[in-house]
């Protein structure tokens, strides 16, 4: 696969941009090569600057649940560009899509807007910590919930530890306010929220960004009780799994009411949209109404509004999550089979339209098992699909999404190449 043209464009773009992508894993670091640059995209497909043609499993990450370019969306997004594209002033859109998002995820009683994932997750925890008065916040080893500071803070080893900055440039005060537990580890929190005040854990309801590592049967359900007996406010991260594993999110498939969600990815339509919300109590400590401040100059914007709207009206037809549910099985079956088939160790997981193969013979609960996954392995894997015209995430630790556009052929097509490539491994 001739991919020149990307290889000019990476060249050019390390001289002007840091690393040559505005977001990390994009440069390909831990896979190896250079990625290519993306031209276009349409449905399930999309083409690269060499005009080379990839049936792409990671949807802008995630967002792109009906597809690249879906011609509804688009319309929506240019009949709202045409009234003007913002202004920072209140309008009936918004009030429309936060009915819509309370409506979709009851336990959000009220909702707020915001542009990016990173501040839907920074507001809910100072909101959190306004309501309870409380410093402390506890999250999950190997969870990721965007790039604010008190985020990036990994575990040490031991079970419950305090945080240590997980990225230059955060605070040893910062992160000695956040606690890292092992996922799916329920004594862990336990331990900690027996022993100090804690303001809120937040979790992603399915991880996602270790990989896809579901909870334990029992786990969400004994968090929400013990979170509840003392007083620590429960957020779902939800910005991956919202309308993605279900409808209403994670906490639809598995029935369990957390105090805040925070919302992203699908809920803006490809376009830079997120929310975070919970009960009525908790919300009224946001300005203007309450004492915690949170604002945002782009914030409800008409386009990134628009977008999601008409997204979320599409997934809410009947049948949608059936044929997500039945194209990912599909899949992620078929290439379960097909490891075996080559002898390959692989541990492969799946909620609903996320999910990952782990190239281990163990089996992945937790971020440390996750890391046990032969990474060399995972690289030629990668590599041997993007040459075979299949776009999967550019590592590991990274889910991979199916899409409504996803038919029978293209995941034919991808069963394929994933039969070829397991035999070269
Ligand atoms: C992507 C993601 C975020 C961050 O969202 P951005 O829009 O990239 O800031 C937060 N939490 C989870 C669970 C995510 O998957």
């Given at each position: 696969m001739n991919r020149s043209r990307s290889k000019e464009l990476f060249e050019r773009a390390r001289r002007a941009i840091p690393g040559g992508v505005n977001s990390p894993v994009r440069a390909f670091r831990s896979v190896g090569g250079d990625p290519p640059f993306i031209a276009r995209g349409k449905g399930a497909l999309i083409w690269d600057a060499d005009g080379n043609e990839y049936v792409d499993?990671?949807?802008?990450?995630?967002?792109?649940?009906?597809?690249?370019?879906?011609?509804?969306?688009?319309?929506?997004?240019?009949?709202?560009?045409?009234?003007?594209?913002?202004?920072?002033?209140?309008?009936?859109?918004e009030v429309d899509f936060a009915e819509r998002l309370c409506r979709v995820v009851p336990s959000m009683q009220k909702v707020r807007m915001v542009s990016s994932g990173t501040e839907a997750t920074m507001a809910a925890l100072r909101v959190a910590r306004?309501?309870?008065?409380?410093?402390?916040?506890?999250?999950?080893?190997?969870?990721?919930?965007?790039?604010?500071?008190?985020?990036?803070?990994?575990?040490?080893?031991?079970?419950?530890?305090?945080?240590?900055?997980?990225?230059?440039?955060?605070?040893?005060?910062?992160?000695?306010?956040?606690?890292?537990?092992?996922?799916?580890?329920?004594?862990?929190?336990?331990?900690?929220?027996?022993?100090?005040?804690?303001?809120a854990i937040i979790v992603e309801p399915v991880c996602g960004n270790m990989g896809c590592v579901p909870p334990k049967p029992g786990y969400l359900a004994a968090l929400r009780q013990l979170t509840a007996k003392h007083g620590v406010v429960l957020i779902f991260d939800e910005v991956m799994t919202g309308f993605r594993v279900a409808f209403g999110g994670a906490q639809a498939r598995f029935g369990i009411t957390p105090d805040m969600t925070c919302l992203g990815k699908v809920v803006g339509g490809g376009l830079p949209a997120a929310a975070y919300g919970g009960r009525a109590e908790i919300m009224a400590c946001i300005a203007p109404d309450g004492p915690v401040y949170q604002a945002g100059t782009l914030s409800g914007n008409p386009l990134a509004v628009a977008a999601g709207q008409k997204t979320l009206e599409l997934l809410e037809r009947p049948g949608t999550y059936e044929r997500l549910e039945a194209a990912s099985a599909k899949l992620v079956d078929g290439i379960g089979a097909l490891a075996r088939e080559a002898g390959i160790p692989l541990f492969a997981t799946r909620v609903g339209a996320m999910f990952t193969g782990f190239f281990t013979d163990g089996e992945v609960w937790d971020y440390a098992s996750a890391k046990r996954s032969d990474t060399k392995r995972f690289g030629a894997w990668f590599r041997g699909m993007l040459d075979r015209g299949i776009y999967l995430a550019p590592s590991q630790f990274e889910a991979g999404f199916m899409s409504l556009a996803h038919d029978d052929a293209l995941i034919d097509r991808t069963l394929d190449a994933a039969r070829a490539t397991l035999r070269s491994l």
């Open positions: 499993y990671v949807g802008s990450w995630g967002p792109l649940i009906l597809g690249h370019a879906h011609p509804e969306v688009l319309e929506a997004i240019a009949r709202a560009a045409a009234c003007g594209t913002s202004f920072g002033a209140p309008t009936e859109r306004g309501f309870t008065r409380r410093d402390k916040i506890i999250k999950i080893d190997g969870g990721y919930h965007g790039h604010a500071d008190c985020l990036l803070v990994d575990a040490g080893s031991g079970v419950a530890t305090l945080g240590i900055p997980g990225s230059a440039g955060v605070t040893e005060g910062t992160a000695k306010d956040t606690l890292v537990v092992p996922w799916n580890d329920l004594a862990a929190v336990q331990q900690i929220v027996e022993r100090e005040p804690v303001a």
